[in-house]
Nanobody, 115 residues
Framework: QVQLVESGGGLVQPGGSLRLSCAAS????????MSWYRQAPGKERELVAH????????IYADSVKGRFTISRDNAKNTVYLQMNSLKLEDSAVYYC????????WGQGTQVTVSS
């Protein structure tokens, strides 16, 4: 059974940083592209970043380029999202996603950027 567990969210001031983690189990982690999405209240869920199985290719939403970095540790079955220079508009629930198991989502972790 595919399981994704996000952590690391919280309240941070504009300009601050957070590091999200997503611990995966129930599938062969090293074979799958991993993605981070986010959903703000009243808005659709949007792709933030994804990283291919070996980490050789990473794609970012234009809104986070240069500020966010996605990475993975295949030995730990974990994908990370380092978020720097956070803005008010980055506030959202952040979700981890993998296409394994017909597509699986984590429960999400809340990120709130506020002064």
């Amino acid at each position: 059974q595919v399981q994704l567990v996000e952590s690391g969210g919280g309240l941070v001031q504009p300009g601050g940083s957070l590091r999200l983690s997503c611990a995966a189990s129930g599938f062969t982690f090293s074979m799958y592209t991993m993605s981070w999405y986010r959903q703000a209240p009243g808005k659709e869920r949007e792709l933030v970043a994804h990283i291919t199985s070996t980490g050789g290719n990473r794609i970012y939403a234009d809104s986070v380029k240069g500020r966010f970095t996605i990475s993975r540790d295949n030995a730990k079955n974990t994908v990370y999202l380092q978020m720097n220079s956070l803005k008010l508009e980055d506030s959202a629930v952040y979700y981890c996603y993998v296409s394994a198991g017909r597509g699986s989502w984590g429960q999400g972790t809340q990120v709130t950027v506020s002064s």
